[in-house]
């Protein structure tokens, strides 16, 4: 999990290089607020996937089951 | 024709609300068009009004206020009663916080984000929580954090959070800090347990570190970080889960209490409810204030009828028992919180942004039952000045006089001296015929309490 988090943030950093700009809208996000984000949504996002994963693979066996339970 | 621009609505440069003689208007401008033709054209619009989730409008040729900037002029629904976070109960914000999030994760289904998150935005159509702007849609930069991240932090996690963990009426901060409640002060109040949950512990503790951390940061390339689309996402799963597992329990006493620890008997319970149904069918206002609300038992006669009710309480327990309620049936009542003794002020900006409660009336009538007591006695409110403040609020008034042989009226006199020679059941009628025809006075069976149907004088 650990490393996960680091390799998203690594990437998180490499794509921030590659896109210099500033987004602008009428609210301020504020900076802290902004750096917190990023950080926490390359945890939260990796969190999320697996999440997402886990799900599907729930829904297919549910599924092969249920098509068991019809068909019978 | 008259104009007048809503004085809360000058923030977003996309558009703006006014009054136009019959009824509601929103200009957009032109600089938001991408975004509204997105918002329309992707069916995102059609998916949240379907969804109950996005007020329903209508686009009108009307004339713009500002001719130059304009795009085009909609029509939203009207909203019977405005009402702000301050005046919500813990259910009616927590839901009001899920609707945000589950809005902004269909948005982004639909190549869209929200750019505000503001609880002000937020209001209570029929019992369900609502999102009233339009514009508060942008297209979904791939790559772009979201930009109303804080603004939701502090409009609806952090003074859930303090009403959960803290004290249920730390949501009053709200009315001081417009903009919800700064992170650095949330910290500060919650307890040392909050930071053993991953969420809390980073939305609200880290946030506000982080926030400190970078108060004097100038240079911008700390905001050229980018998110993709699982860390956005994950991020909103994320707040979503810690707004759900927010709970506010009160003591079961507490619960249990309400309408037993009166004095009514069964029989003049019913007759109570029996007259105000038979003013109720007199009057037939198109709107109802129930003032001292309790629960909502008789504002629940009104909105049997089909009257939008709004019924006020200064009780958080009560407010949001009568929530729940109202959830499994009666929608056209709205519960809120109100200290009548000190009502919602008008705040913001030249103090023109949120109204105050009586710039939100009059109403065509209001209800006032076993509330006279609690203002004259409790509260030293002399009975012309109360009188006078029904005048401001009502066309017509159904209010209970409580006399002083009355238990309830006994148990606030008991702790503290008679100071009111006053309180008798002539000077009340002498002090509300000033302000108000008397039309009927019906002595409730059962009780020593009287209830009357009153008109108000043009003065």
Known sequence: ?72 | MTTQVVPGSFRDPSGFLFFRDDGIYRQINQSYQDNYDHLISSRLYSTLVDAGLLIPHEEVDDEPVVAETAYKIIKPQMVDFISYPYEWSFSQLKDAALATLAIQKWAVDFGMSLKDASAYNIQFVEGRPVLIDTLSFERHQEGRPWVAYRQFCQHFLAPLTLMAYSHINLNQLLRVYIDGIPLDLTSALLPVRTRFRFSLLSHLHLHARSQERHSDTQDGSARQAQMGKNAFLGLIDNLQSAVRKLEWRPGKTEWGDYYQSTNYTEASHIHKKEVISRFLDQRRPGKVWDLGANTGVFSRLAADRGIPTVSFDIDPVAVEKNYLETKNGGKLILPLLLDLSNPSPSIGWKNEERLSLLERGPTEMAFALALLHHLAISNNLPLPRIADFFHHICDSLVIEFVPKTDSQVKRLLSTREDIFPDYTQGAFEAAFSEFFQIEEAVPLTGSERTLYLMTKKSL
């Open chain 1, 1 to 72: 999990m650990f490393r996960k988090f680091v390799k998203y943030l690594v990437m998180a950093l490499f794509v921030l290089s590659l896109f210099p700009t500033i987004a602008f809208a009428y609210l301020d996000p504020g900076t802290g607020s902004y750096v917190l984000q990023v950080v926490l949504g390359a945890f939260l996002g990796g969190l999320f996937a697996i999440k997402m994963y886990w799900r599907n693979i729930r829904t297919f066996v549910a599924n092969i089951f249920s098509k068991n339970a019809s068909g019978e």
